[in-house]
């Protein structure tokens, strides 16, 4: 029920004004993003690769509905690629891009083209690029446009949802030799006709899922923060024989970092997915959905005054 109000209110303009306004509010985005320019977002990816973690930044904004707007965060992605490799940061460092800031939902060719060049300045840049997956009504296409890119970008990433129901096949289908895929639980209202609606149904379906992909010739990179499920993708790691170069861990910036760090430690690769720009209130919205635990922290930050 938590989730569903949050995913409500991140559709909301008037929540979103509010919180916008909110006096404590930049304190509380600054946990999870790392701000809203280019050198905010430098800045939090040369902690995190000098504390030995990898990182995967997102420039937010996905609800592009004009092509100057889908060329403006091409063109954010390209001077972020060039800044990258000139700070030595890459390939620790890699980038995600949501389609739907491309142009997808308007004009999937613009779209394609986009995320092409952003895909060469990743390559030239010693790196590469991850598509975020969005909700249901565009996998088919993300999952299209990702086939074509690994015909010349074939280190491109795909990035599965364990809610949606279609999920397991699409894991078979993708754990292949050199493919790298990103597996988290999803973070989208989506109808119970495509998705699982409870915790514990998406919570079976991404063992599932981690199976699949560990037992594959891929590159899995498991996105979790949840204790039960990193305790068992560990054993699992084990159990198919995975070294610690052959699949890695994700989290988010801000969120357990304590685990983040007894993971590096441990010897796995911890990429923390680092978003940043002025397009945070949906991302952040999204995140406390993922984890209602983090609706305390907000709300009590909102209130504070010492």
Not at 206 to 216: A, F, P, T
Request: charged share 25%.
């Amino acid at each position: 029920m938590l989730r569903s109000v949050i995913l409500a209110a991140s559709r909301s303009s008037r929540i979103e004004r509010l919180v916008e306004t909110a006096p404590f509010t930049r304190d509380v985005v600054r946990r999870f993003v790392a701000g809203t320019a280019t050198d905010d977002a430098l800045r939090a990816t040369r902690q995190l690769v000098a504390d030995g973690l990898a990182v995967s930044i997102d420039h937010l904004g996905e609800d592009t509905v004009t092509g100057e707007q889908a060329i403006a965060v091409r063109d954010a992605y390209l001077a972020l690629l060039g800044r990258l490799a000139e700070a030595g940061l890459t390939p620790a460092t890699e980038v995600s891009v949501k389609l739907s800031a491309l142009g997808q939902r308007f004009d999937e060719r613009l779209a394609r083209d986009n995320v092409r060049a952003i895909c060469a300045a990743a390559e030239a840049a010693g790196t590469t690029v991850t598509l975020d997956m969005e909700d249901h009504t565009t996998t088919d296409s993300t999952l299209d446009i990702l086939t074509e890119l690994r015909k010349d970008f074939p280190g491109t990433g795909a990035v599965l949802q364990a809610y949606l129901r279609r999920t397991e096949a699409d894991c078979r289908d993708l754990a292949t030799a050199g493919s790298r895929v990103r597996l988290c639980k999803g973070a989208y209202k989506e109808p119970e006709s495509v998705a699982y609606q409870s915790t514990q149904e998406v919570d079976k379906s991404y063992v599932r899922c981690m199976n699949i992909l560990l037992s594959g010739a891929g590159y899995p990179m498991l996105a979790t923060h949840d204790p039960r499920l990193i305790a068992i993708a560990e054993d699992r790691s084990r159990w198919f024989d995975r070294g610690p170069d052959e699949f890695e861990f994700q989290m988010l910036y801000g969120v357990r970092p304590e685990e983040q760090a007894r993971l590096a430690e441990a010897g796995h690769t911890l990429r923390v997915y680092l978003p940043y720009g002025t397009d945070w209130y949906g991302y952040l919205m999204r995140r406390l959905a993922e984890r209602p635990a983090n609706v305390a922290f907000f709300a009590r930050a909102l209130v504070s005054r010492g």
